[in-house]
């Protein structure tokens, strides 16, 4: 492969992955029509992964010609007869051009599978795919109403078909890495521009605090592989210690947030990280790991007033506050008239002892007995409860309201899921919420205890393989599975604690990504070259 060729793929794929987290800003931020939209769009971010890895004369050919044509004809006509049933029907034209652009490649699949006969080791897969196209097709079997599981099979299970050589394997993935920090840049430079801290949980660009932690968390998995790479090419050292007080300064960031299961992801990857690369990929072991976590430890200090600085004073240079959904508070938000009002803003000891005040477990304990006390509810909401009285015992010193959201949803698992993923519930008779708070659950409630099970497994049971082999087989094992370790490990983290398993979230996208490098049965020498 061409070296301007290998380039173009990076910056198309690039792009890509920068889609998708705007795809996420999207979700989170926007009016119900434009998420829905923007969330179809995934297709179109996930296409140049599976179009980039054929060739382009190999659609040159009859059958392509008839389906350019035939489904050109087809997407007005469908439209005009069928949009009306979609409650967006701009949701439904951009569904219909993406059935029509992966209409191409499960036709070049099809010949190359059945017409040309290609060689059987590009059909040899593993049990992570096994496990994972039956546990999408039960999803698809399933009561629930959604239609991304039907859609995703299609979509990553032509992903994860089509051809794949160590080059393109590797462009990929660096892609992955390289998006997610470009996404970072871009996306906190809008912060910076255009959202003032006013919220002792810093929101971000996003209209969620823990949405913003689930941004930094993933940015933060690429950043540290972005070292390991730096290190193991011998880049410039100057561009390595920038990269790593980047990842520092993650830490602040999200410690700004005060979401609790972001940083108990940033505690694990990093944990995991500083195993293998100091004592694996280095070989410096017990202290190469202490030297390396102090320093990160050090310089994460010494960043918080920067970074609480960065965040406190950049929006207000250029002062045009921007607000999402119902954020808009107008006693509370920052006006422009507030521009030089510094009480409106928080200030750097309430921003830290806010952070502190949310890992004080016995101190939450109290609160969330005070905010869900039955004497506090209406009569309707004590009739409608599922919980009737609410007790607290040391285990609510950790999960709080979890206890009684998770008892209710793990309690109402069937084997055929439910018609909707999302039902307002009243769990307790002063709480009541639309999910389950935990990944997990969300998709064993949504889709059955099967799929559940098999979710859990996929998820759960990649990471550990990873691990496993890492174990054995050292630093025979390339960077690429480090990287699908820690993606793993964020979805883990975060998704026991909030609901991240659906489209939109990039975190979700990434599982499916980064989980090529498992479901093909092939030597990972053959593949990866260094």
């Known amino acids: 492969m061409t070296v301007n060729k290998t380039l173009l793929k990076r910056i198309i794929l690039v792009l890509a992955v920068l889609g998708i987290a705007v795809i996420e800003c999207f979700k989170t931020n926007a009016s119900f029509e434009s998420a829905a939209v923007a969330l179809n769009c995934i297709g179109f971010c996930i296409f140049p992964f599976v179009a980039l890895r054929f060739r382009f004369k190999d659609f040159l050919r009859l059958p392509y010609y008839i389906w350019a044509v035939l489904g050109g004809i087809m997407i007005p006509v469908i439209y005009h007869f069928f949009a009306e049933k979609d409650v967006f029907t701009s949701r439904f034209l951009v569904a219909e051009f993406n059935v029509y652009t992966y209409g191409f490649i499960i036709i070049r699949l099809f010949i190359m599978f059945f017409i040309e006969n290609r060689d059987q080791k590009e059909r040899k897969m593993s049990f992570f795919f096994y496990a994972w196209a039956f546990m999408m097709f039960l999803c698809v079997l399933s009561i629930n109403r959604t239609v991304w599981p039907l859609w995703y099979l299609m979509m990553f299970g032509s992903f ?5 050589d160590k080059d393109d394997k590797n ?3 660096e892609s992955m890495v390289d998006g997610l920090i470009v996404a970072f840049f871009m996306i906190q430079s809008l912060a910076f521009l255009y959202r003032p801290y006013y919220n002792a949980r810093y929101w971000g660009f996003f209209a969620n605090s823990n949405m913003n932690a689930l941004f930094y968390l993933v940015s933060y998995s690429a950043v540290l592989i ?7 090419r011998n880049n410039t050292k100057m561009l390595r210690a920038l990269f790593f007080v980047l990842s520092c300064a993650l830490w602040s960031f999200v410690y700004f ?24 990929y280095r070989k410096r072991g017990f202290k190469g790991f202490m030297i390396s976590g102090v320093s990160m430890l050090l310089v994460f200090l010494l960043s918080l007033f920067p970074v609480y600085a960065a965040i406190r004073y950049f929006p207000q240079l250029r002062h045009h506050p921007v607000f999402f959904g119902d954020e808009y508070d107008n006693s509370a938000s920052i006006k422009s008239e507030d521009i030089n009002d510094a009480s409106r803003y928080v200030s750097f000891t309430d921003a830290m002892l806010s952070a502190i005040g949310r890992l004080d477990y016995e101190a939450n304990a109290e609160i969330v007995s005070a905010d869900y006390n039955p004497a506090f509810s209406t009569e309707q ?19 709080g309201i979890r206890k009684y959201v998770w008892m209710y949803f793990g309690s109402h698992l069937n084997v055929f ?8 519930i009243q769990v307790t008779p002063n709480f009541a919420c639309n999910h389950p708070h935990n990944s997990f659950l969300f998709f064993a409630y949504g889709y059955g205890t099967v799929p559940g099970v098999l979710f859990f497994v996929w998820a759960f049971g990649m990471p550990v393989y990873i691990l496993i082999r890492y174990y054995k087989e050292k630093e025979k094992l390339p960077w690429q599975y480090l990287f699908t370790a820690l993606t793993f490990l964020d979805f883990i983290c975060y998704g026991f604690f909030e609901t991240s398993a659906y ?28």
Do not use: W
Not at 258 to 265: E, I, V
Not at 417 to 424: I, L, V
Not at 511 to 524: D, G, M, N
């Open 160 to 164: 994860y078909l089509a051809p794949l």
């Open 226 to 232: 972005k070292i390991h790479l730096l290190r193991e």
């Open 503 to 530: 489209p939109g979230r990039t975190v979700f996208t990434l599982l499916f990504l980064t989980s090529i490098i498992l479901v093909k049965r092939e030597k990972h020498e053959e593949i990866f070259g260094q």
């Open 257 to 280: 947030t005060a979401c609790r299961c972001a940083l108990l992801g940033f505690v694990a990857i990093t944990l995991v990280y500083l195993i293998v690369d100091e004592t694996i």
């Open 171 to 173: 462009i990929i993935f």
């Open 417 to 424: 899921g439910h018609e909707e993923s999302y039902e307002q």
């Open 381 to 399: 909401s004590t009739a409608d409860a599922y919980f009737k009285e609410v007790r607290y015992g040391k285990i609510d010193v950790i999960l």
